[in-house]
């Protein structure tokens, strides 16, 4: 991947978000990390940039539209484009609940706010800072809680906004198959986060690999599909 791209990650503070920016940087990517919390945005950067990297950090919360445009305003001076977009922002709210017969329709309602409405707001407001140089990745983090052809019960909320977030990268990548915009879904695994806990199986490293991977796929690459382990998984 040529050096100079611009990639922008929701929530890059900590998590597979921190350690995704981390490896596109890596790549020589310059990286907006975005971060609900200022200041740990400008932390989580200082620690990029004590290792030599390129990154910014941006006060983003994908569920408030005025610092999503905020945030492109700020792209749109800086860079002129945006290149890859990270939608990983994403919340957990019913793990050890959820059943769909009990499950609190408000829980489901906030979660699908982060999870999916949040997903389609960036896409809504970044994809034209994309579309203005016909290029672009938009890597949707995903998970195998929101694969159809895997479905259990339980954690209604969290599977639906899955579910809903995979039903968005097929209808965006319909709509852009005609661009070199491409846009795929991604299962990290179980992942040793705040979220995935100290006993999930991967490291962050394993975890966010094909993220970044999906991130800097070349003109060429796969574009509406669900991905593991840099491989294609069923819906
Ligand atoms: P973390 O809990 O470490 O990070 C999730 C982040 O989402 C937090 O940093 C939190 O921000 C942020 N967030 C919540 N609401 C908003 C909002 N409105 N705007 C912006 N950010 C918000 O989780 P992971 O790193 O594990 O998760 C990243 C993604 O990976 C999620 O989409 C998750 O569903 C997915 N995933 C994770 C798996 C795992 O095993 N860890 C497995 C499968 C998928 P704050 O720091 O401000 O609280």
């Given at each position: 991947m040529a050096k100079e791209k611009i990639a922008l990650v929701t929530?890059?503070?900590?998590g597979l978000g921190f350690e995704t920016a981390r490896q596109l940087a890596k790549s020589g990517i310059t990286v907006i990390l975005g971060s609900r919390d200022a200041d740990k945005g400008q932390q989580a950067a200082d620690q990029l940039r004590q290792q030599g990297l390129e990154v910014l950090a941006h006060q983003l919360s994908v569920t408030d539209i005025g610092s999503i445009k905020i945030s492109k305003q700020l792209i749109e001076d800086q860079f002129?484009?945006?290149d890859v977009l990270i939608n990983n922002a994403g919340i957990y709210p019913d793990a050890s609940s959820g059943s769909i017969l009990s499950s609190d329709i408000g829980t489901i309602r906030t979660a699908m706010e982060t999870n999916l409405y949040g997903a389609i707001a960036m896409i809504q407001v970044m994809v034209p800072l994309m579309q203005r140089h016909n290029y672009g990745r938009i890597v949707n983090v995903s998970s195998g809680m929101g694969q159809l052809s895997d479905m259990g019960g339980g954690s209604t909320a969290y599977r639906l906004t899955k579910v809903g977030l995979n039903g968005v990268t097929r209808i965006l990548a319909a709509e852009l198959a005609e661009t070199n915009i491409k846009v795929n879904s991604v299962c990290p695994g179980w992942v040793k986060t705040d979220m995935g806990g100290?006993?999930?199986?991967?490291s962050l490293e394993e975890g966010a690999d094909t993220i970044a991977w999906l991130a800097m796929l070349p003109d060429d690459g796969p574009s509406g599909l669900f991905w593991r382990d840099r491989a294609p998984i069923a819906w």
């Open positions: 929530v890059a503070n900590r002129g484009r945006l100290p006993n999930a199986s991967r």
